[in-house]
């Protein structure tokens, strides 16, 4: 029977406005907080290493709270934890392809009896509130899901054409070792679907989560155990990335990276894997997706408060620290003034506080440094538009920002071309809706975008013309969903990867084609 992808569901999220689901998040929150200060050992090929070089993980909302302490690699132990999973890869390659499938799928289920759990943990380590974090949780499970029935696609492909006197196949073989860092502005759900998908497809693969969540990665190596993946296939490696992360990409035995993060660590991590190392007989396969400067356009002829509502939940969602945020809005002249009358208002009544509070809408950003980082681009851009709302720290002792709306931004100015990673949106008057496809295409970046529009012909110029990854038609730019919505991006946003969608298993896969002659 063929494998119908289109049969795939996504995970439903939990309602929160359900009684016994804020009951059950509030226990979780609890369970959870009971755990901090927790030390994890390194653990690498079932062998557990201590070396007293500790990570501490703190609570962005109130960081003065220790949520985990990690033991950190060093050089020597980033080198082993290549070598053993490259100990481990001959075995899990051989291993059929249903039970890795039927392991992950296990996963699978794991993640769904802690769901809650894990939605604590993205609580007080990344700084998500409830639904943002509930998001994550579900993305992860979607991600297991998917690639466990995209493999069996995989591992039964379509027949090739056959040469008369022959049998003639093609078979998917996995890779080798993989090395996989992932971000921590999705630290399960990015986290589980790059490693994941790496591991269905019979590679082994060495984890090296951020510094800012590796407690979240920790718990979901805690998944895989408990699903019965065998020592070796999966090691995760909390560390330095000027430590260890050159380590890895450039060891010999790594087969290939894949990475989320930030343009600069990207194209370091392009340029190293470039390189062949002595004893290397491959060429690295590199996948990155290293984020964007993502525009909604607003045209005069739409729904204006649905455009309003969608610029505001993608520019200040998870305080804009997703990939995928709205940072531009670019409206045509005539709706210019109408829109921002409607924006200010539902700006103004976002609350900014602790993630665990469910009253916020807006939690902290994940760290000191990016505060800082984000201010730093609040004052430029005070200088290069009018600031109408926010513009300045939030009270509390978290990582608070208020969210901050600077309007008549010119296309050159730096808050309309960088990449800012936090609440702060310009938003941009276009002459009409070409010119405001034009200032959209007018970045290094392509990764998602929205236009808002009712005219059809307006729609399918959005759809040749928007140069980005993952385009959205009169609904907000955040929010891919696997299965639906294949995510990745063009130019500087990364390799376009397409991770959730039907492809993707084929970067962690090599083909070779078979002909047996009739005897």
């Not at 980033?78 to 490259?86: P, T, W």
């Not at 998001?135 to 992860?140: G, H, I, L, Q």
């Not at 993946?229 to 560390?239: A, D, E, H, N």
């Not at 296309?411 to 990449?419: D, G, S, Y």
Request: charged share 20%; net charge negative; aromatic share 10%.
């Amino acid at each position: 029977m063929p494998v119908r992808l289109w049969e795939f569901r996504n995970e439903p999220a939990a309602d929160f406005s359900k009684p016994e689901n804020v009951e059950a998040m509030l226990a979780a929150l609890a369970v959870v907080r009971a755990e901090f200060g927790r030390e994890y050992d390194l653990l690498i090929g079932g062998e557990t290493f201590r070396t007293g070089d500790l990570l501490k993980s703190v609570n962005p909302s109130k960081p003065t709270e220790t949520v985990g302490l990690h033991h950190k690699a060093n050089a020597t132990l980033a080198a082993k934890a290549v070598c053993v999973a490259d100990d481990a890869f001959q075995p899990w390659a051989r291993t059929p392809a249903a039970q890795r499938i039927e392991l992950v799928q296990t996963a699978a289920g794991i993640l769904r009896r802690r769901k809650f759990e894990f939605d604590a943990w993205l609580v007080f380590e990344a700084g998500k509130s409830w639904p943002e974090a509930e998001a994550d949780t579900c993305e992860a499970i979607d991600f297991l899901d998917y690639y466990a029935l995209q493999m069996k696609k995989w591992a039964t492909p379509d027949p090739l054409a056959q040469l008369p006197g022959e049998h003639d196949e093609l078979r998917y073989l996995p890779l080798g070792v993989g090395i996989i860092i992932p971000p921590w502005n999705f630290p399960l759900a990015i986290l589980a679907g790059m490693a994941v998908a790496a591991l269905v497809a019979g590679n082994t693969v060495v984890v090296k989560p951020s510094s800012d969540a590796p407690t979240v990665a920790a718990k979901f190596a805690e998944v895989l155990a408990e699903a019965g993946f065998p020592t070796g296939v999966y090691t995760l490696l909390v560390g330095n990335g000027s430590e260890v992360g050159d380590i890895l990409v450039q060891h010999p035995r790594a087969r290939f990276i894949s990475f989320t993060g930030s343009r600069e660590v990207g194209l370091r991590i392009n340029e190293l894997a470039a390189k062949p190392q002595k004893g290397q007989i491959w060429i690295k396969r590199v996948a990155a997706e290293m984020g964007g400067k993502d525009a909604i356009v607003v045209d005069d002829n739409c729904d204006l408060d649905a455009a309003v509502q969608a610029v505001l939940a993608s520019a200040f969602g998870y305080q804009g620290q997703k990939c995928s945020a709205c940072s531009r809005a670019i409206v045509v002249d005539g709706v210019y003034d109408a829109f921002l009358e409607r924006l200010l208002p539902k700006v103004a009544a976002i609350q900014v506080g602790r993630a665990d509070d469910p009253q916020y809408y807006m939690g902290p950003v994940i760290s000191e440094r990016s505060r800082q980082t984000i201010l730093d681009y609040i004052r430029i851009g005070k200088t290069e538009g009018r600031l109408l709302a926010g513009g300045a720290a939030a009270p509390g002792e978290g990582y608070f920002i208020q969210p901050t709306v600077i309007a008549d931004v010119d296309p050159k100015a730096r808050i309309f071309q960088e990449e800012i990673f936090g609440p702060v949106l310009a938003v941009t008057r276009a002459h009409d809706f070409d010119h405001a496809l034009e200032l959209a295409n007018d970045t290094e970046y392509g990764l998602t975008g929205a236009a808002f529009t009712n005219d059809p012909v307006k729609i399918e110029a959005a759809k040749d013309r928007f140069f980005v990854g993952n385009l959205y038609i009169n609904r907000k730019c955040t929010g891919a969903m696997v299965g639906c919505h294949p995510f990745g991006g063009f130019n500087m946003s990364g390799t376009d990867s397409k991770a959730g969608g039907p492809d993707y298993l084929l970067q962690f896969l090599q083909a070779k084609s078979i002909g047996t002659k009739a005897v």
